[in-house]
């Protein structure tokens, strides 16, 4: 099945799923795993776990993470853009802070509000 992507894949994201795949290539080949194997403990078919070493941007994600999975590398997708590793996010948000923060009139400062 083919997916088709009505907008244009930008070339940076095109070479890292090229990469991640090559990545994955290795990671199996180091077990000496055949496709099909690969194939069989992530519940999917030898062509698909041809074209996620591809590349292949059609390729679903709960695959890659069945692949990670059975390689006992998981715990990198969780790590992706997870909070602090966001450092995008971080400083978006690091923007938008207060330059001081002011109690509301008539609210007695406390110990869980003053230094």
């Given amino acids: 099945m ?5 907008t244009p894949i930008p070339l940076p994201v ?4 090229q990469r991640l795949g090559h990545n ?9 795993w055949t496709q099909e194997m690969l194939a069989q403990r992530i519940g999917a078919s030898a062509r698909t776990v041809r074209r996620m070493e591809e590349g292949e941007p059609g390729i679903a994600l709960h695959i890659l993470a069945r692949a990670l999975h059975a390689f006992g590398e998981l715990q990198a997708l969780n ?5 602090a590793q966001d450092m995008v996010g971080m400083m978006l948000m690091d923007e938008k802070l207060p330059k001081r923060v002011r109690l509301p009139k008539g609210t007695p400062a406390t110990p869980d509000t003053a230094i």
Avoid at 14 to 17: S, V
């Fill in 24 to 32: 994955i290539a290795l990671a199996r080949r180091r077990r000496h």
């Fill in 79 to 83: 790590q992706v853009l997870e909070g």
């Fill in 2 to 6: 083919k997916v088709h992507v009505s």
């Fill in 14 to 17: 095109e070479r890292t799923l």
